[in-house]
């Protein structure tokens, strides 16, 4: 008798997450699409997200960053300047900065695309994947954004309205202040497995300060 072929079935991407900066780097394995720092934002800068919020005022920066040297960040003392006044700013900014210097160091990148963006509602409210290497996301004040582990929804959904009927429970969160790495369709060997993920939804009369970063070159 001839034993029929074993196939050797591809394994469902895993996510890690931890309490310490290093854990950024798991998104680097093949078999990771997400990576979350789980830290505690300082008082500092949840007092100034919470301050910018409340004032209701329009924020919408998007900039290019080239990167000669990815240890250290250009200064983006510029960034959402007409808040510079409120207390925390410089804080603020500081912590930006070193995201960006840790996304560049991480990947090697040479190009980031950086957009810093107040929502009063979802900007993607339909579970999708990104069309992209790697992208950064932190949610400095709001909800943050929602993501779904491998199988609880059939991709070919992915777009239609079947595929928002997701439990409750089956959703998983990416919470305020943590920093997430999300592997998109565009990483090479990651085809087919971008992260799923979503805006949440936003309350009436609530509002989103959130970071992304995407390598460009």
């Not at 700013?89 to 500081?94: K, L, M, S, V, Y």
């Amino acid at each position: 008798m001839i034993n029929a072929p074993v196939l050797n079935a591809v394994p469902r991407p895993q996510q890690v997450s931890g309490h310490s900066p290093e854990i950024l780097a798991g998104v680097l394995d093949n078999s990771t699409n997400l990576s979350i720092w789980q830290r505690q934002l300082p008082v500092h800068i949840v007092n100034f997200a919470t301050l910018l919020l409340s004032l209701e005022e329009p924020l919408s920066d998007a900039i290019s960053l080239n990167i000669s040297d990815e240890r250290s960040c250009p200064s983006l003392i510029h960034l959402a300047s007409r808040f510079k006044d409120l207390e925390g700013f410089e804080g603020f900014i500081a912590d930006i900065e070193w995201l960006v210097s840790a996304y560049a160091c991480l990947l090697g990148a040479k190009r980031i695309g950086l957009r810093l963006r107040a929502l009063d509602k979802a900007m993607c409210p339909r579970f999708h994947v990104d069309h992209v290497p790697v992208r950064l996301i932190t949610t400095y004040a709001g909800p943050g954004s929602q993501w779904l582990k491998e199988g609880v929804l059939e991709r070919r959904l992915l777009g239609q309205l079947p595929a928002e009927s997701i439990e409750i429970a089956q959703i998983e969160v990416i919470k305020t202040g943590e920093v997430a790495l999300l592997k998109g369709e565009k990483w090479q060997g990651n085809e087919g497995f971008g992260l799923i993920h979503r805006s949440p939804t936003v309350a009436v009369g609530e509002r989103r300060l959130i970071l992304t970063l995407d390598w460009l070159a």
